[in-house]
């Protein structure tokens, strides 16, 4: 099946949340306020549906919840567990970290361990520093943690789907500003995007940009006006954190031999800081020429004014992009 | 409640099972070998043992890291835990987790978590999964004063209530969280009397009578089993040996030690069997037996070769 139909982020989420629900009882759908819209209106419906036997309504404990969701997937079920705002993670942290990303590796490792954690993430006008963070950055460095940012409509309906469906426990972290954007979902009820895969969002020969989630946008205006000013950008969106796929950037920046990474994130410990130490790392000569364009180290103001100052957008991109090219 | 012969007799060999390797591995660490992340469970095996004979095959526990008696209890050999402790290949997880995450899924003992406390939350999502399955499985949560002080607990509680989980959370009071007094950490020195506000039952028992051990624990399994919901249960025991091997318990005053001895579970087991039935020479012939398997883990360990560690990335 190839038909699509323009849906939201947020409608394309809700979806594959359904069709995952319905397709197994073992799945279920565990948060705060689920019962009602959930954090960011994903939830929509699905009690009603569903009921309490597989959509879980839980306190605010995301200590107890997260540990429970754990031992759901030990017992062998699939939970997916929504937090309310990505942000909360780090009070889960030891959940995540300690237990659920070692969990297989020093236990006899059974083969599944189907956890979906899923959220909101990022700024969107003055939510403040507690609720605006992009998460990655923080979990990445953990072994055993797939992550997954997807950007696109179409790309939040293949990750969130791959993400229930795999044996792995993934980590799901949608932007806010995301959630509203339309585009075209295939209704293909197996419609998934492979974790690990990037997607070259559009092709260019002078430099190679990457980036994903709300930035993934911003970079693709950049990217045309670039193009105005006659500078050919290859643009990335990697859609996973973890594993990233090095073979599409390495292959790209060795076709441009410039790289510029967006992240929006704080510059010191970025995921950008990550992935521009392993390109250069392993380029031969000449090295590429790279640069990124995050954060300074600061927190979100809840002034949404001041807020707009501290983040990344396209006119910083295509400045960046002019210096290395 | 008074246990049948045959399954006394068999708890008493657990026990004496456990209190071996405790002593050997005790041995070990006084000859200066290493024996990593031991933390002995003397005085404690009546709690331990007392508390999973209830159960069935098919529940499951979360235990602590403190003795090894649950373990037994639950059907683990005795040689897999022992080639785990020593990182040898043939125990439950190849060195990767070592004594502190000895597992066996299919005899209900899914694991532990390394930093104590989220095995409420994992011990409430076992539980749940065994009530949207309708499967009448049971989980024992074990938990000792460190962990029993974490938050999860509290939330973990609370969602067992709400949700009448089968669930029975078995409080260790030994007496010591390390070097700290129980009594210094939870009001009373009781662990479970904050559990009281939400009206399940709460029980405080002679943690080192096996006979009470077991009765109450019976009883709180079957409440759970039959859809009743979760329970308490707190034994007073008492952590005759050091928290862990570089520990001297110069904090522990001898004549505490030598009070707690005098009930010594072990001892006392020994005479309850006798005093109800079990021959002389009966419990003489569990004694070789337990003997017997403690020192056929010790040469299962000799024999074994080291765990073969991936040298590659944990992930991709």
């Not at chain 2, 080291?306 to 040298?311: F, I, M, N, Q």
Request: glycine share 10%; aromatic share 6%.
């Amino acid at each position: 099946m190839n038909d699509t139909k323009l849906m939201t982020s947020r409608q394309a989420l809700t979806a594959v949340l359904a069709d995952e629900l319905a397709a197994s009882t073992d799945t279920m759908f565990l948060g705060e306020t689920v019962r009602g819209l959930g954090a960011a209106g994903v939830a929509s419906g699905l009690y009603d549906r569903f009921g309490p036997e597989q959509v879980i309504e839980t306190p605010v404990s995301e200590n107890a919840i997260f540990g429970a969701v754990l031992g759901l997937a030990i017992a062998g079920m699939r939970p997916i567990v929504e937090i309310y705002s990505a942000d909360f993670l780090l009070a889960v942290a030891n959940e995540v970290v300690n237990d659920i990303a070692k969990w297989r590796h020093q236990q006899t490792r059974p083969e599944q361990l189907a956890i979906t954690i899923r959220g909101c993430m990022g700024a969107n006008g003055g939510l403040g520093p507690e609720h605006s963070q992009s998460m990655e950055p923080y979990l990445h460095h953990a072994p055993g943690l797939t992550i997954v940012v997807p950007g696109t409509p179409a790309d939040c309906a293949g990750l969130l789907r791959a993400a229930i469906r795999s044996p792995d426990p993934v980590i799901v972290l949608e932007h806010r500003r995301v959630y509203e954007l339309e585009g075209e979902v295939r209704q293909d009820p197996d419609f998934v995007v492979g974790i690990g895969e990037a997607e070259i969002v559009r092709s260019g020969g002078d430099i190679t940009i990457v980036a994903w989630g709300w930035m993934r946008h911003e970079a693709e205006l950049a990217a045309d006006e670039l193009a105005s000013r006659g500078i050919s950008a290859e643009l990335i969106d990697p859609r996973t954190i973890r594993p990233m796929d090095w073979d599409a950037i390495r292959h790209s920046v060795g076709k441009t031999g410039r790289l510029l990474v967006v992240e929006e994130s704080p510059i010191t410990g970025s995921v950008a800081g990550e992935i521009i130490t392993r390109v250069v790392e392993e380029a031969g000569h000449p090295v590429p020429r790279v640069a990124r364009v995050v954060m300074a180290d600061v927190i979100h103001p809840y002034s949404a004014t001041m807020e707009a100052e501290i983040l990344p957008g396209a006119d910083d991109v295509v400045a960046a992009a002019t210096r290395l090219c | 409640m008074q246990i049948p012969l045959e399954t006394a007799i068999s708890l008493y060999r657990t026990m004496l099972v456990s209190r071996g390797f405790d002593e050997r591995c005790a041995e070990l660490l006084a000859r200066g070998e290493p024996v990593p992340h031991f933390h002995s469970g003397v005085g404690q095996e009546a709690l331990m043992v007392g508390a999973v004979a209830p159960l069935r095959p098919d529940d499951q526990i979360l235990y602590t890291h403190r003795g090894y008696g649950h373990l037994l209890a639950k059907g683990v050999p005795l040689h897999e835990i022992a080639l785990d402790t020593f990182m040898k290949s043939g125990g439950t997880n190849e060195g990767f987790g070592g004594v502190m995450h000895v597992n066996r899924l299919d005899l209900g003992v899914p694991g532990r978590e390394g930093v104590f406390g989220t095995r409420f939350g994992i011990a409430a999502g076992l539980a749940l999964a065994c009530q949207r399955r309708a499967l009448d499985q049971v989980v024992v949560c074990f938990y000792g004063e460190a962990a029993g002080a974490r938050g999860a607990l509290y939330e973990a509680m609370n969602m067992a209530v709400l949700w009448r989980l089968p669930l029975v959370f078995v409080a260790e009071n030994n007496g010591w969280s390390f070097s700290s007094r129980t009594e210094w950490l939870f009001p009373e020195g009781r662990m479970s009397r904050v559990w009281r506000g939400f009206e399940i039952p709460v029980e405080v028992i002679d943690g080192n009578d096996l006979e009470a051990v077991y009765g109450e624990i019976s009883t709180a399994v079957e409440r759970a089993r039959s859809g009743q919901g979760p329970s308490v249960v707190e034994g007073l025991t008492y952590r005759v040996d050091p928290h862990i091997w570089w520990d001297d318990a110069a904090y522990q005053p001898t004549p505490e030690i030598e009070q707690w001895r005098a009930s010594d579970p072990v001892a006392r087991t020994r005479e309850r069997l006798l005093a109800t039935g079990a021959s002389v020479e009966r419990v003489a012939a569990t004694e070789r037996d337990a003997e017997e398997v403690v020192a056929d883990a010790f040469a299962r360990v000799a024999a074994a070769v080291d765990a073969d560690w991936p040298t590659a990335s944990l992930h991709r």
